[in-house]
């Protein structure tokens, strides 16, 4: 929220690839960031361990398998549909 938007838009548009990483306890609505970023990672609240498995995902030592527990809003307004 906030100066995190403009400051993701200004990563966004330095033409570097970028994986977009959201650390938050819900799905976020991210604009048009997933069609601008190389990837979207979720996180949630991985705790302690979190950022060596985060950087495992993102160099790729480490292959991410699973389902989401939530739907992911793709529009303004729209909530998650519920946990399953």
């Known amino acids: 929220p906030g100066r995190q938007w403009r400051l993701l838009d200004a990563v966004l548009t330095s033409g570097t690839p970028v994986v977009t990483l959201l650390v938050a306890g819900r799905p976020y609505f991210l604009h048009d960031a997933p069609e601008r970023s190389a ?6 609240f991985p705790g302690e361990e979190g950022a060596g498995a985060l950087a ?19 529009h303004a307004g729209g909530q998650p549909g519920g946990y399953l």
């Open 56 to 74: 495992g995902v993102i160099s790729g030592r480490v292959n991410p398998s699973g389902r989401l527990p939530v739907s992911v809003p793709n």
């Open 39 to 44: 990837a979207v990672l979720q996180s949630f």
